[in-house]
């Protein structure tokens, strides 16, 4: 891992960059996910990723990990799956920004997470932290129960919610991981493993790959594999309580990207649940500073 970067600001501006990169990566999984279905859109995406991080594991000469790391990659595979699909079926069903802010509550579920798997106490500032994050949520699930919604709305939700559940189980094993393997490897096991595991659901789901959208998928891989080295080249070079607000430009890059090509409007609930959940984030983040990994953060 290199050093502290003289200039923070520049690791900080490449961390953006990264955020953007991974956004639209969302967007373009949920235009594939309305035309093909969640489940084929993340089986082909993490196919080709597997490809292309397949050739940079190789030509990195990347040395092969241990039995013991390679149960922990496929054990997190297996859980990042299950999150994969229900988020990227979430954002079929609702805008963007909308999936985005409701996800962020994921850190704070990470605090409970950690005390019953890890032991870990329960403070003051999990408690505060955790009324945030569901005040946050009160507030966006009732501005969408106030407006027009329908029951595809309400299963979005629900699918957003779950998938914030595993996502937080999944900042437990990420952390682990990160101390066991590189990005490189991380990335081109999860893709792999991914792909192996949603296979298993083949004969029932996948359909054949179909060529005109060939190259949104492999776009789609390509973004996802982008954003995964620009955060990794800046969390080693800044210190992550300077980056950690960087996550949350998601929300606004999530918002331009619903505009621009899905015609999606935020609400004044979707903005006011959202500062609630960052706050609550944010104070999760206070209350057990974690150094923050770019697995953490992308579904690769």
Not at 86 to 107: D, N
Not at 268 to 293: D, E, H, M, Q, Y
Request: aromatic share 12%; net charge positive; charged share 10%.
């Amino acid at each position: 891992m290199s050093g502290l970067h003289p200039r923070p600001v520049v690791p900080f501006l490449v961390a953006c960059g990264g955020i953007a990169t991974f956004s639209l990566m969302d967007a373009v999984m949920k235009d594939l996910a309305l035309a093909l279905g969640a489940f084929n859109a993340v089986m082909w995406r993490n196919s080709l990723g597997a490809l292309f991080m397949g050739l940079l594991f190789v030509g990195m000469r990347q040395r092969w990990p241990t039995a013991a790391v390679l149960k922990l990659h496929l054990w997190r595979s297996i859980v990042v799956s299950i999150m994969a699909v229900s988020f990227f079926w979430s954002i079929t069903q609702l805008p963007l920004a909308e999936a985005i802010g409701l996800s962020f509550v994921a850190p704070v579920i990470a605090l409970y997470l950690a005390a019953v798997l890890l032991g870990e106490k329960i403070g003051r500032e999990a408690i505060w932290a955790s009324v945030a994050g569901l005040l946050g949520v009160v507030v966006i699930m009732a501005g969408r129960l106030s407006g027009h919604y329908t029951t595809g709305h309400l299963w979005g939700a629900a699918a957003v919610l779950f998938s914030a559940v595993v996502f937080a189980y999944n900042l437990i094993l990420a952390r682990k991981q990160a101390q066991l393997a590189g990005p490189v490897e991380i990335a081109f096991f999860q893709n792999l493993f991914v792909a192996a595991t949603l296979s298993l659901a083949a004969p029932w789901f996948l359909a054949p790959l179909p060529v005109e959208k060939a190259p949104m998928l492999a776009g789609a891989a390509a973004l996802a594999i982008l954003s995964l080295l620009l955060l990794s080249w800046a969390y080693a070079r800044a210190e992550a309580q300077i980056l950690i607000p960087v996550e949350y430009t998601g929300f606004v890059w999530a918002a331009l990207f619903g505009w621009l090509f899905f015609s999606e409007q935020v609400t004044w609930p979707v903005l006011f649940g959202t500062a609630f959940i960052v706050c609550g984030s944010l104070i999760a983040a206070r209350a057990k500073p974690v150094p923050v990994n770019q697995v953490e953060i992308a579904i690769v």
